[in-house]
Nanobody, 115 residues
Framework: QVQLVESGGGLVQAGDSLRLSCAAS????????MRWYRQAPEKERELVAE???????DYADSVKGRFTISRDNAKNTVDLQMSSLEPEDTAVYYC?????????WGQGTQVTVSS
């Protein structure tokens, strides 16, 4: 079955960097786009970054120039390198897969940025 397991979250200070990783299993990873979403308290979940199977990348405007998404098809992982973190980046970060009509989520990893 599909499994998405995030790791790498933590408590950092504004301006610091953090790298999140999502380990995927149970499907043909290289064939699918992968996404990172985040959800801050009392806010809707929002798309942060996406990388397609061919390597095309897109970012939310709020993270452009600060975050970098990458994938390793040999390891079945998708990472999110976050730099120049701001308190507004505080959220639970989720790995996401859409497969046909089904959507899969990881359990999430908490990122807290203190000012």
């Amino acid at each position: 079955q599909v499994q998405l397991v995030e790791s790498g979250g933590g408590l950092v200070q504004a301006g610091d960097s953090l790298r999140l990783s999502c380990a995927a299993s149970g499907f043909a990873f290289s064939r699918y786009a992968m996404r990172w979403y985040r959800q801050a308290p009392e806010k809707e979940r929002e798309l942060v970054a996406e990388i397609t199977s061919s390597g095309d990348i897109d970012y939310a405007d709020s993270v452009k120039g600060r975050f970098t998404i990458s994938r390793d098809n040999a390891k079945n992982t998708v990472d999110l390198q976050m730099s120049s973190l701001e308190p507004e980046d505080t959220a639970v970060y989720y790995c996401n897969l859409r497969m046909g009509l089904r959507t899969y989520w990881g359990q999430g990893t908490q990122v807290t940025v203190s000012s």
